[in-house]
């Protein structure tokens, strides 16, 4: 069983940057896809960005020159790096994770297995 928890949100003026981690249990994590995911108010969970555990990165079209993801196997930990910030990335962010996803089921939340508890990312004007 994979917990993860996220840190790293916060409130940030449009134009900054934050990283938002997301730490998991589990010796075998780096065999899992991992996933950033974010739900504003009132709408649905969107993808935003996963990393395969070959490496492979992809990314929403509304971030892909903006945000970066990365994982640090060793310390079982997914980054995502958050630059240029608009206003309508404001969100809760989640990250999930899941061991057998195929690839093209990664944008989709409902394949993943295993979800945080979310944190919160604010932009403001």
């Known amino acids: 069983q994979v917990q993860l928890v996220e840190s790293g949100g916060g409130l940030v003026q449009a134009g900054g940057s934050l990283r938002l981690s997301c730490a998991a249990s589990?010796?075998?994590?780096?065999?899992?896809?991992v996933g950033w995911f974010r739900q504003a108010p009132g709408k649905e969970r969107d993808f935003v960005a996963a990393?395969?555990?070959?490496?492979?990165?992809y990314y929403a079209d509304s971030v892909k020159d903006r945000f970066h993801i990365s994982r640090d196997s060793a310390k079982s930990t997914v980054f995502l790096q958050m630059n240029s910030l608009k206003p309508d990335d404001t969100a809760v962010y989640y990250c999930?994770?899941?061991?057998?996803?195929?690839?093209?089921?990664?944008?989709?939340?409902?394949?993943?297995?295993?979800w945080g508890q979310g944190t919160q990312v604010t932009v403001s004007s």
């Open positions: 999930a994770a899941d061991s057998g996803i195929i690839l093209s089921s990664i944008r989709f939340p409902a394949h993943y297995d295993h």
């Open positions: 589990g010796r075998t994590f780096a065999r899992y896809t």
């Open positions: 990393i395969r555990s070959t490496g492979h990165t």
